[in-house]
């Protein structure tokens, strides 16, 4: 992001921005047209490799338009694709994310040495986590009790 605000700051009249493909340049349509816009502004022409758009004609800017729907479009179908893989994967009992680092077990045992006095510090240091990891047990432990 940083080096495309860099480079958008950078294009000056007269310059050609080359880029790979469409779906590389913004993430909508909408996004797509301002950003078509502001090069247009600064007079700046557009190429896109991979699709052969040239902006700098009345052809080329119709197509670029057409063509950023289209991978609007087929990015919203990956992603809707995505979402039904992950439930389907839900569905089938498979768990996303990391898998705890401390068993309920160790929890309980951490709940009640902090109970007893032992230090956050200590804690962390015995079962090698973050205190933060700590504190969650703790507090874990605490909601159920």
């Excluded at 992950?86 to 309980?108: C, P, T, V």
Aim: aromatic fraction near 10%; charged fraction near 35%.
């Amino acid at each position: 992001m940083k080096e495309f605000r860099t480079m958008k700051e950078y294009v000056r009249e007269g310059d050609v921005l080359f880029v790979t493909k469409l779906d590389r340049l913004a993430r909508s349509v909408i996004d797509l047209h301002k950003f078509a816009k502001y090069l247009e502004d600064k007079e700046v022409d557009l190429k896109v490799l991979n699709q052969n758009i040239d902006t700098t004609s009345p052809a080329g800017r119709l197509l670029f338009t057409m063509l950023g729907a289209i991978a609007e479009f087929e990015r919203d179908l990956i992603n809707e694709r995505v979402k039904e893989g992950i439930a389907a994967a839900k569905a089938k009992g498979i768990k996303f994310g990391r898998s705890a680092i401390l068993s309920y077990k160790d929890k309980k045992v951490i709940y009640k040495q902090h109970q007893k006095g032992k230090s956050v510090i200590w804690l962390s240091n015995f079962f090698h986590v973050a205190r933060n990891t700590i504190y969650r047990a703790i507090k874990d432990v605490a909601k159920k009790e």
